[in-house]
Structures are given as C-alpha cells and as structure tokens.
C-alpha cells in the first residue's frame, strides 16, 4: 500500500493503525465483517506528514517547540498559549494542490455513492493510539471547502493543551504524535450512545450496559445529560434492567455543523429505543466482543430516516477501559486535570 494516499474504509483493517490510525483500522475491519458501518473514507498519517513537509509546516513547528526550551513543570498558561500558537500556524498553512485534489475525489465520490450532493460527514481524529477526548471531531461537516477547513483542524488538534500536557508528563516528544482522519458519511441519528459489553464500573462481564439519548451521541459519550441506560444479560439477551433519564437537552444536526437544542416535553421521559432496537445493539455488541476477542465499548446510531432492521449504525467501537482499582499517578492525576480545565464537550 502507498502511504501518502487517502483509502475506502473497505480496503482497511485492524492491521492498518500505524497507516490511518486505530479508529480508521477499527472502522475498516467492521466493514470487512459486513458490520453496518457507515460508509467513508481515511485519510493516512502519511498524507498529514506530506502536507507538514510540503507546506514546511513540520521544520516551523520544530523551531517553535525547541525555542520554548524545557516544558516539563510549566504552569498550563505555557500550554495553553504554546498550544493555540502552533495549531494556528498549523491551520494558517493552504493545503497543497495535490493533497487536496485526493481529498476532493474521495468525497464527490462518497457523495455520489450516497445519492447526495455534498454529502454531511464528520471529520474524526485518528491517531495511533486511543486518546478519548484529546482530539477534536467535527460533525455534519456539508461541502469541500468545509471538509478541507475541518482536515487541517483535526491535524492541528495534535496540539491541543490536553494532548501537549499528556506528551509532556509522559516524556513524550511534543511534536511526537500526528493524526490520521476518518471521515464517514454521518447518520440522520433520531437515537445515538454508547453499549459497554462489560460494566465499566463493577467490571460486571455477564451484562450489556446500554446508555442511549434523542439526536446524536455526543450528549450521552460525553456524559453531559441524563441518559435512558439500558441493562442486557449477555448470556441469552433477556432485559435486566431499565432506567429512564430525563433527557431534557439533545445534540442535533443544524444546515451546517450541530448544536444543543432542549427535547420535547413529550419525549424527555419516555425511552428513546424500542426494544427490537435495544435487542439489535445488545446483539451488535456481543458480536463485536466475540469476533475481537475482548470487551468493546461501542457507540452506535439509529437513523431517523431508515427503517428496521437497517437503522442502526455502528460508529466505533473499541476494548472497555474498567474502571482502575489502583490509585493514579501523580502524572496521570495531573494530567486528568489538565483535561477536565481545558476540554470541554460541546456547548
């Protein structure tokens, strides 16, 4: 395979981290298993470090960060300014001719395969390995010039305060992490969450835990409402147990981009899954943690438009992260901090 391209999801798999990143990888196995993935494309780490070279991005950044001297120990408004000056110089640079020719392929592509002139995608960080929350996503991103716009955004997200505080407390070069990007078609989600084939709490491995909300996922994987959760037995897929949550506020799709908006009376106490829907996730999820051999923490979508079985997507998926039963590290308490200060879900 070249490196410096831009790859169907179809083509990928899990194999494939160091080329397109673990979410890309992972997005490419699902496909190869016939799993309901949403068609897309990937956008490899190479092609990021094509752009760095060509535009001489890579040797300005280098400058910059040798020119701080020993960051180790700052205060986080060191960061926090070394972080919003090198994703500016990042996301000032005009992507190259070439670069964005590919680029512009493989999304009128996409479009045509969706039936749709410029089709709505996110544009979802994909970096070697799995940092939640450190990068940035953008959702329902219409139009290439959009598209391009949000590219160089995620490829500038390496930099954020919470990404050059973890590398820093890690010994980790600051300029030694670089993102490849996904970019799937994104589902017209009326219900959208997150399966855990094991709680992630009690470490519980004979239930599904299931959390769902109205509109898009990012509500309920960024634990900012109070979700419908959901409790499947593993075993033979029987209902355990239901809890309603309020649901008062969803993430929606607007022309362009996404924002909050507060859900109907009508609907905030009422669950937002039928049950041949919650008994398609649970499924889904076993699925997943019996062919990857290993817990999944899984987030999926039910589209508004499609009918069932069809309608649910899966997102991403990726091992559970149990809850730890040793205490932190002063550098991993550190650097919690760092995240909840300076990342925050989306307003």
């Known amino acids: 395979m070249n490196p410096d391209r831009v ?18 990888a992972s997005l ?12 897309g494309f990937a956008i490899s780490i190479a092609m990021y470090r094509k752009f760095a070279e060509e535009t001489g991005i890579a040797e300005e950044i280098a400058q910059y960060v040798a020119s701080l001297g020993e960051l180790k120990g700052q205060n986080i408004e060191v960061l926090d300014t070394s ?3 090198i994703r500016s110089m990042i996301e000032g640079k005009t992507i190259p001719e070439e670069i964005k020719e590919t680029i512009t392929r493989h999304y009128e592509e996409l479009s045509s395969r969706a039936g749709t002139p410029d089709v709505a995608v996110s544009v979802r960080s994909s970096g070697k390995e799995s940092r939640p929350g450190m990068f940035d996503t953008y959702l329902n991103v219409v139009g290439i010039e959009d598209v391009l716009d949000k590219v160089k955004k995620v490829w500038a997200s390496a930099y954020t305060t919470r ?7 890690k010994d980790i070069p600051v300029t030694g992490e670089e993102l490849g990007i996904a970019i799937p078609k994104m589902v017209n989600a009326r219900s959208s969450g997150i399966a855990f084939t094991v709680d992630p709490v009690s470490g519980d491995a004979s239930r599904i835990i299931i959390d ?25 897929l029987a209902m355990v147990d239901t809890v309603i949550g309020e649901k008062a506020r969803q993430v929606t799709s607007k022309r362009s981009g996404v924002g909050w908006e507060d859900v109907p009376l009508e609907k905030q106490t009422i669950p ?33 438009g499609l009918p069932s079985p069809g309608s649910l997507f899966l997102l991403q998926t990726r091992p ?9 590290s002063v550098t991993d308490r550190m650097v919690d901090l760092i995240a909840k200060t300076f990342y925050r879900p989306m307003p």
């Open 7 to 24: 790859f169907w999801f179809e083509e990928l798999e899990q194999g494939h981290s160091d080329l397109v990143g673990k979410k890309s």
């Open 272 to 304: 937002c899954l039928r049950n041949d829907e919650i008994m398609a996730i649970a499924r889904l999820a076993k699925l997943l943690e019996e062919r990857l051999g290993t817990p999944q923490d899984m987030e999926w979508a039910i589209d508004a």
């Open 320 to 328: 559970v992260k149990v809850a730890a039963k040793t205490p932190e």
């Open 212 to 236: 769902a909300n109205w509109g898009l996922g990012e509500a309920t994987v960024g634990g900012t409402v109070s979700a419908d959760k959901f409790v499947v037995a593993k075993e033979n």
């Open 83 to 85: 972080s919003r000056h």
């Open 28 to 39: 490419g196995e699902m496909a190869r298993m016939g799993l309901p993935v949403p068609p």
């Open 163 to 169: 990404a050059i505080a973890f590398r820093v407390n």
